[in-house]
C-alpha cells in the first residue's frame, strides 16, 4: 500500500501575536513540504496562544474560519500542493470557539470547534464546540480532528473511526503534567480504534505554563511511528499507511486467533455511554 507523509510541526507561539505566529506556520508548511508532507499539523492555538486571563483580552486575536489566517495558509498550502490543519480561536456572531481550521490549495475546507472544555487556559470563556464530529476527504485519505482534551473521551475518536477516518489528528497544548498523554493514551486511542493517529503539541512557556512538546505520530495498531523531544521546535514526519487503517479484522493465526475491534463490539449493552449523569 502506498503510504503518505505526514507531518507535526511543533513550535512555540506567542500569545497575542498573531501575524508572527501566522508567519511561524507559513514557515512550517514550506519546511515541512520540503520533507515531502502532504499534510502539516499545528499545536492548539497555535495562531493566537493559549493562556488568556478573560475572554475579552482574547477577543482581538479570534478570526472567523474564512478569515486572514486561512487565506494566509491557503496561500501557503497553494504553493506547496498540501494540505494544513492549525488551531485558533474563531469568532462567529457572539460565540468565539477553541477550533481548528483545514485548509488546502483551494482555501479553507472544515473547521472543528472544541467539543470537550476544560476548565484552563482560554477554555474557561470559549463556548464549547456545537459541530459534530465529522470525517473530511483529502487525497491523502480521510481525516477526522480533535483538540488536546477531546482525547480524554474515547467517544470521540470512535466516533470519527466508525464515521470512516483513517487518520484522527490532534492539535493540542499539553503543559507540564499531561506527560501521560503522548506516554500512553495516543495510542490507546490508535490500538482500539485499529486507526492512525497524530498529535502535535507545542513548546515554550507561556504566562507561567510550560509545555512538554513529544508530538506524536502513531500507526493504526497503536505503534509508535516518530516522537518529537520534549523541549525544542522542530518538524517530526511519518509515512503513513492511511488505507491499511480500514483493514479491521486483525488476523495472527487464521481460523484460531483473529480480532476485529469494529465488528466485535456489543453495542446493546453501551447505552449507559451516552446517558447523561446526573
Same mark, same amino acid.
Given at each position: 500500500m502506498a503510504k503518505t507523509t505526514t507531518a507535526c510541526v511543533q513550535m512555540d507561539c506567542e500569545i497575542g501575536n498573531t501575524?508572527?505566529?501566522? #508567519?511561524?506556520?507559513?514557515?512550517?508548511?514550506?519546511?515541512?513540504?520540503?520533507?515531502?508532507?502532504?499534510?502539516?499539523?499545528? $499545536?492548539?492555538?497555535?495562531?493566537?496562544?493559549?493562556?488568556?486571563?478573560?475572554?475579552?483580552?482574547?477577543? $482581538?486575536?479570534?478570526e472567523p474560519f474564512d478569515g486572514p489566517s486561512a487565506a494566509t495558509i491557503a496561500e501557503a498550502c497553494r504553493s506547496t500542493d498540501v494540505y494544513a490543519i492549525a488551531g485558533f480561536i474563531e469568532s462567529d456572531a457572539s460565540n468565539f470557539?477553541?477550533?481548528a481550521m483545514l485548509v488546502g490549495p483551494d482555501g479553507p475546507v472544515a473547521?472543528?470547534?472544541?467539543?470537550?472544555?476544560?476548565?484552563?487556559?482560554?477554555? #474557561?470563556?470559549?463556548? $464549547?464546540?456545537?459541530?459534530?464530529?465529522?470525517?473530511?476527504?483529502? $487525497?491523502?485519505?480521510?481525516?477526522?480532528?480533535?483538540?488536546?482534551?477531546?482525547m480524554s473521551f474515547p467517544e470521540g475518536s470512535r466516533t470519527l473511526k466508525l464515521l470512516g477516518a483513517e487518520l484522527i489528528v490532534l492539535a493540542t497544548n499539553?503543559?507540564?503534567?499531561?506527560w501521560r498523554n503522548p506516554e500512553f493514551v495516543i495510542n490507546t486511542r490508535?490500538?482500539?480504534?485499529?486507526?492512525?493517529?497524530?498529535?502535535?503539541?507545542?513548546?515554550?512557556?507561556?504566562?507561567?505554563?510550560?509545555?512538554?512538546?513529544?508530538?506524536?505520530?502513531?500507526?493504526?495498531?497503536g505503534d509508535t511511528l516518530a516522537e518529537a523531544s520534549?523541549? #525544542?521546535?522542530?518538524?517530526?514526519?511519518?509515512?503513513?499507511?492511511?488505507?491499511?487503517?480500514?483493514?479491521?479484522?486483525?488476523?495472527?493465526v487464521a481460523g484460531a486467533y483473529e480480532i476485529d475491534r469494529i465488528a466485535d463490539r456489543r453495542v446493546e449493552f453501551y447505552d449507559a455511554v451516552t446517558q447523561k449523569q446526573e
Open positions: 501575524e508572527a505566529n501566522r #508567519r511561524k506556520i507559513v514557515d512550517g508548511i514550506r519546511s515541512a513540504a520540503e520533507g515531502s508532507a502532504r499534510l502539516v499539523i499545528f $499545536p492548539e492555538c497555535a495562531l493566537t496562544g493559549y493562556c488568556f486571563d478573560s475572554l475579552e483580552e482574547a477577543k $482581538p486575536f479570534a470557539y477553541n477550533a473547521v472543528y470547534r472544541k467539543a470537550h472544555i476544560p476548565y484552563i487556559g482560554v477554555d #474557561r470563556f470559549v463556548t $464549547p464546540g456545537d459541530k459534530p464530529f465529522a470525517v473530511h476527504n483529502l $487525497p491523502a485519505g480521510r481525516v477526522g480532528m480533535n483538540i488536546c482534551y477531546d499539553w503543559p507540564a503534567g499531561a490508535a490500538l482500539e480504534n485499529h486507526v492512525n493517529f497524530a498529535a502535535a503539541n507545542r513548546v515554550g512557556v507561556e504566562r507561567g505554563w510550560r509545555f512538554i512538546g513529544r508530538s506524536k505520530i502513531v500507526d493504526y495498531n520534549g523541549e #525544542r521546535e522542530e518538524i517530526l514526519f511519518a509515512q503513513i499507511d492511511f488505507q491499511e487503517s480500514n483493514n479491521n479484522r486483525i488476523i495472527k
